[in-house]
Every structure is written in C-alpha cells, then in structure tokens.
T-cell receptor
Framework: KAGVTQTPRYLIKTRGQQVTLSCSPI?????VSWYQQTPGQGLQFLFE???????NKGNFPGRFSGRQFSNSRSEMNVSTLELGDSALYLC????????????FGPGTRLLVL | GENVEQHPSTLSVQEGDSAVIKCTYS??????FPWYKQELGKRPQLIID?????GEKKDQRIAVTLNKTAKHFSLHITETQPEDSAVYFC??????????????FGTGTRLLVSP
C-alpha cells in the first residue's frame, strides 16, 4: 500500500506571495492532519480534515487554511507569506476512527525569502 | 493549554547501552501516547504507541511505560545501535469518540549512538 505523499517537496517563495501544498493520504484513510515543523517551535498542529470537514484547528492565523476533497486528498494554503512561515509542512493520514494511528508524509519544505 | 515536555534534548550513548527518554503531559484527559523517530531529512515514523489503559508495552528492543497518576511516559531503547541515531518525539493526544486526535508533540530528543 502506498504511503502518504506530498507535493511539491521543496518550494521557494517571496514574502507576500501565497502557496498551496498538497497531500494524498494512504488509500482508505479519511482523516488528514497538517503540522508545521520548525527548529524553534517543533511540531505544531495546524488543522485536521475528515470527510471534507475541518474538525479542529490549531493556533495559527487565518492566513493558514485548508480543504479536503471527496477522494480524501487535502490541500493547505498559506496567503501573504511571511519569513516566519519558512518550515517543513507535514501532513499525516489515518482512518479517522478512534485510536487510529497517524502516518506522516515526507513533508514540503517551504522557504520564504 | 495542552503541553508536553520532553527530556533530555540530546542524549549520547555508546553502542549496546540503553537509552531512556522521558515526557510529561499536562492534559489529564490524554489517552494516547505515540513515539515517533525522525531521521535527518526524513518523515517522522511511528515506532511504538501506548493507550491509557496499558501501563507498559514492548516491541523487541523498544519499550514504553506510562504513569497516568504522574502524567509521565517514557521510551526505553535497549542494546542501542548506530542506526538508532535520530530525533525522537513523544506526543500525547485526547482521542475523542469521533476519532479525531490532535497530537501535541514534545520538543524532541536527539539521540546519538556511537560505535
């Protein structure tokens, strides 16, 4: 079974631009969560989608948004990029049932100049 | 808010020694505690997890213990090998009936195993 995939793997943007990241979950998984990983803040929860609905959101500004499609693929969008948005963005998928293990994708490394 | 503290931040051991990483969580309703291993430039990989109704779980050289009263859980690696070198993250989560689990991560422990 193929693992979680993310595209693109690397991205360079400038301040003020916007970016869209994509995540394809493991087949059969209906839950997709997004995390931001930085050296200073570690791994922080952004939001989680299940059956096209956002079920919970972390403490990030409204510039960070996401959506999920009927095939469970998810996208994350960051508008008006800031230098501090430079990070590794990881998505994780699970069945979404109680106690379902989360499996991480390889991440998208975003550099904002 | 929810918080997970992880110690130590770095740990250096000799091959064959044991390594112990400790975490403390703040949300007493947390009921799921996974551990992830992240090698340089790679994705976090689940290595073991434990539910709140279990006090200890083992998988070959890896074991996790949970003390719900003290809100502590620990990762134990025995007979360490150089390939165990990586950053290890603990996490805690309150799994709801809906299945949603927001993982709150510790700050990570960089483990270096010297031959």
């Amino acid at each position: 079974k193929a693992g979680v995939t993310q595209t693109p793997r690397y991205l360079i943007k400038t301040r003020g631009q916007q970016v869209t990241l994509s995540c394809s979950p493991i087949s059969g998984h209906r839950s997709v969560s997004w995390y931001q990983q930085t050296p200073g803040q570690g791994l922080q929860f952004l939001f989680e989608y299940f059956s096209e609905t956002q079920r919970n959101k972390g403490n990030f500004p409204g510039r960070f948004s996401g959506r999920q499609f009927s095939n469970s693929r998810s996208e994350m969008n960051v508008s008006t990029l800031e230098l501090g948005d430079s990070a590794l963005y990881l998505c994780a998928s699970s069945f979404g049932q109680p106690q379902g293990t989360q499996y991480f994708g390889p991440g998208t490394r975003l550099l904002v100049l | 808010g929810e918080n997970v503290e992880q110690h130590p931040s770095t740990l250096s051991v000799q091959e064959g020694d044991s390594a112990v990483i400790k975490c403390t969580y703040s949300d007493s309703a947390s009921n799921y505690f996974p551990w992830y291993k992240q090698e340089l430039g790679k994705r976090p990989q689940l290595i073991i997890d434990i539910r709140s109704n279990v006090g200890e779980k083992k998988d070959q050289r890896i074991a996790v213990t949970l003390n719900k009263t003290a809100k502590h859980f620990s990762l134990h690696i025995t007979e360490t090998q150089p390939e165990d070198s990586a950053v290890y993250f603990c996490a805690a989560s309150r799994i709801k009936n809906t299945g949603f689990q927001k993982l709150v991560f510790g700050t990570g422990t960089r483990l270096l195993v010297s031959p």
